[in-house]
């Protein structure tokens, strides 16, 4: 897939309006799609044992996007064949009282993924840029002092989250951003089957019909968010989110070119030492038999 097209740096502003939800690429079916996804997590499932061996870079993905865009089953279907040991998923909700007593970057940067480990934030601190930003009466429960309070507290915290990416970044973490593009017709239409299917009743919520009235300010809140954090050093892709099937063979194929150029190799000793070391286990396993 030609994978630029889908990604934002901030150098010229987006509209989302401009982004189709329903594109689909060379795909024209699921069934394309899917086998292309097949293969893809075969291949992440290799690539991921070396990153876990060589224990230098850490990968953090950032899941964001209205309710019912598929961040759930995109996780789900992805990352199906990597090995739980190095892989680590987080979703966040509304904050706790312990996470309001502390930063709005604190309960996010307590998971960040080690090295050797990919990490999936299900929703992250950009729901300090979106949702609060929609319903800003959420910002007086997080109690900022007035004194250090800034005028612009949005752009305050757009430079905030990127200083906070590129020191991720420049520690070995690499971050990559995914807002998953869904239509408000498709969003309606998944709402309906989990009201209409009785296996699927418990993922609605009232809450979902009461966010969907904000649709417009959301679609504001993102698209502002999106031009003014998408830089060189952390990306947004807009992925379009209509088809799920789709939205999958997208994100793990973004996944797998940006593992591809980080060089991943297993850990290699030294001959002489790797020698050394492997008579030196036989010898210890042999002489525990004699006993």
Known sequence: MHLDRYISVGNQPIRLAEHNPRFTGKFKNKEGAQKKLVRLVKELKALQEVLYAQDTYAVLLILQGMDAGGKDSTVKYVMSGVNPMGCQVFSFKAPSHEELEHDYLWRCAMRVPERGRIG????????????????????????????????????????????????????????????????????????????????????????????????????????????????????????????????????????????????????????????????????????????
């Open 120 to 291: 999936i934030f299900n929703r992250s601190y950009y729901e300090e840029l979106v949702v609060v930003r929609v319903h800003p009466e959420l910002l007086e429960k997080q109690r900022i002092p007035a004194a250090v309070r800034s005028a612009n507290i949005w752009q305050a915290r757009f430079n905030e989250i990127n200083n906070f990416e590129r020191y991720l970044t420049q520690n070995g973490v690499v971050v990559l951003k995914f807002f998953l593009n869904l239509s408000k017709e498709e969003q309606k239409a998944r709402f309906l089957d989990r009201l209409t299917k009785p296996e699927k009743n418990w993922k609605f919520s009232m809450n979902d019909i009461r966010e969907r009235v904000h649709w417009d300010a959301y679609m504001r809140a993102y698209e502002d968010m999106i031009n003014h954090t998408s830089t060189s050093w952390a990306p947004w892709h807009i992925v379009p989110a209509d088809h799920k099937w789709f939205t999958r063979a997208l994100v793990a194929d973004i996944l797998i070119q940006k593992l591809r150029s980080l060089d991943l190799r297993y850990p290699i000793m030294g001959k002489d030492e790797h020698e050394k070391n492997l008579a030196l286990f036989r010898t210890m396993l042999q002489e525990e038999e004699k006993k």
